[in-house]
């Protein structure tokens, strides 16, 4: 089943410890998914019942809030769950994001939320508000407000945000040169 190979990947991504938090997290905001979609109004009823149980005592315990409706890309990781993490229920996140603790993206408002890339990272204590769209490759530093677009391949610090493009220079290895 899908259901059991997500929680799988969820559980080896944070660390193969069955009471971390973020995975603990992840696997509940499974379940509520699978819930939603299962066909017999009844048997929904009673699974949606259940995740509800369940959300108020892992939101209470772990803080970390992420509705069944959120569209989270795969491998998707909270690499710290130390902190609150707070997830609007229209956001869409791409694949292979990381993060952090103390986020938030989106707001309890009416209105879209932000859809964010493939390969993006937000930092600690970041928040990602307003109907905006965040390119892939981005990466979101400590502490930042981001209420704006951003394009693919940047780096977003401060608050309110400073987009820069990202330097590939200095992820290349160095060459040397010929005088060395």
Same mark, same amino acid.
């Given at each position: ?7 799988? #990947?969820?559980?080896?991504? /944070? ?9 603990? %997290? ?50 998707? /990781?909270?690499? /710290?769950?130390? #902190? ?16 952090? /603790?103390?986020?938030?993206?989106? +707001?309890?408002? &009416? ?15 970041? +928040? ?8 892939? &490759? ?5 502490? +930042?407000?981001? %209420? ?10 401060? %608050? ?5 493009? %990202? ?14």
């Amino acid at each position: 089943m899908k259901l059991f190979e997500e929680i799988r #990947g969820d559980y080896d991504r /944070h660390g193969k410890r069955i009471l971390d938090a973020a995975f603990v %997290s992840l696997a509940i905001y499974r379940y509520g998914r699978w819930a939603a979609g299962i066909e017999n109004s009844a048997g929904r009823w009673i699974a949606n019942k259940f995740y509800g149980f369940l959300c108020i005592f892992v939101l209470n315990v772990t803080k970390v809030w992420i509705p069944p409706q959120v569209q989270l890309g795969e491998d998707f /990781h909270i690499i /710290h769950a130390e #902190g609150s993490l707070s997830i609007h229920p229209d956001v869409v996140i791409g694949k292979r994001c990381g993060v952090m /603790h103390n986020v938030t993206i989106g +707001t309890n408002m &009416r209105g879209r939320a932000p859809i964010i890339g493939d390969d993006v990272f937000i930092g600690v204590n970041s +928040t990602v508000l307003g109907p905006i769209k965040i390119g892939d &490759r981005v990466r979101i530093g400590a502490n +930042t407000a981001v %209420s704006t677009n951003v394009p693919s391949d940047s780096v977003v610090i401060g %608050s309110p945000a400073k987009i820069y493009p %990202s330097l590939p220079i200095f992820a290349q290895k160095r060459k040397p040169s010929h005088d060395e």
